[in-house]
């Protein structure tokens, strides 16, 4: 069971929060899933981040389901009392679930940041502590993650940057008080490939517009220079950009749930109106 897919979903609107809470089922558009979770398709279960529209209880996880079914269907077959109009016949995958389970402690944010899919397995979900931890994108990565908790480096994993019309993902996104750093983990497949340095290139420089200095380790370094070279250079790095810039509303978050094991976040008694 644990190495069994999650995906976690993002509750962008209310009305999606009333039809997961009431209605128990969550809907993806066919060509988003085709696109870009087609490689860990299809998942077993399904959690859901709140977004800052949830105001009571924003940028967390706290609540998951297990997956009974999933079917294809039609907008206006998911939403009948919908006025007819262009989205009417887009194609949707219908997760249905029967109940939502709730998490002894919910998963929280950092800081605020901006998250599409997180597909990862139930066995990480279940040990996340933070939303940093459910990424499951390789092996390096994992080993740089385990790392900057060990060294209280305060990184985001899979941070998506805009950059005039394109968007990349950082594998390692860290703010300064005078700058940011994307550390990235270079696999040895990956460099073999004889247009990846161009790529990088011409990445690097796009990203370099927007203020990101970048750092990137191969897997010798990762596997073999984690402590004599990685993280040294990350530390000197940071040091030379002021020291890490702390978001004091989220850093207070994780103080005051910390101190108060017992505190849940309820999932069921929001509405709009509070």
């Not at 069994?4 to 209310?14: K, S």
């Not at 394109?166 to 940011?180: E, P, Q, S, T």
């Not at 000197?236 to 108060?260: A, H, T």
Request: aromatic residues 14%.
């Amino acid at each position: 069971m644990n190495s069994e897919e999650l995906l976690v979903g993002i509750i962008n609107r209310i009305s999606d929060f009333e039809i997961i809470r009431d209605k128990h089922w969550y809907r993806i558009p066919v060509d988003v899933a085709d696109n870009r979770l087609k490689k860990r398709w299809p998942p077993k279960w399904i959690a859901f981040y709140q977004s800052g529209v949830l105001r009571n209880n924003p940028f967390l996880i706290s609540h998951y389901a297990e997956i009974k079914s999933i079917v294809k269907v039609q907008r206006n077959e998911l939403f009948s009392n919908e006025p007819y109009n262009q989205n009417s016949n887009k194609i949707y995958y219908k997760l249905v679930f029967e109940k939502l389970d709730t998490l002894p402690r919910p998963i929280l944010s950092r800081r605020w940041r901006r998250i599409i899919f997180i597909q990862t397995t139930y066995e990480k979900f279940l040990n996340a502590v933070e939303i940093n931890d459910l990424f499951d994108e390789s092996i390096l990565e994992d080993r740089l993650w385990a790392e900057f908790k060990r060294n209280k480096i305060e990184a985001e994993r899979q941070e998506l940057v805009q950059v005039k019309n394109k968007f990349y993902f950082l594998d390692f996104a860290i703010y300064c008080i005078k700058g940011k750093l994307d550390i990235e983990t270079d696999g040895d497949e990956w460099h073999h490939n004889p247009n990846a340095a161009e790529k990088d290139n011409l990445r690097n420089n796009e990203l370099s517009i927007k203020g990101w200095n970048i750092i990137r380790f191969n897997s010798n370094q990762i596997h073999e220079k984690t402590h004599t070279y990685c993280i040294p250079k990350i530390k000197n790095n940071i040091n030379n950009l002021g020291g890490i810039k702390v978001d004091q509303y989220f850093s207070k978050r994780f103080e005051e749930f910390n101190e108060d094991g017992d505190y849940q976040y309820n999932f069921f008694d929001y509405s709009p109106e509070d």
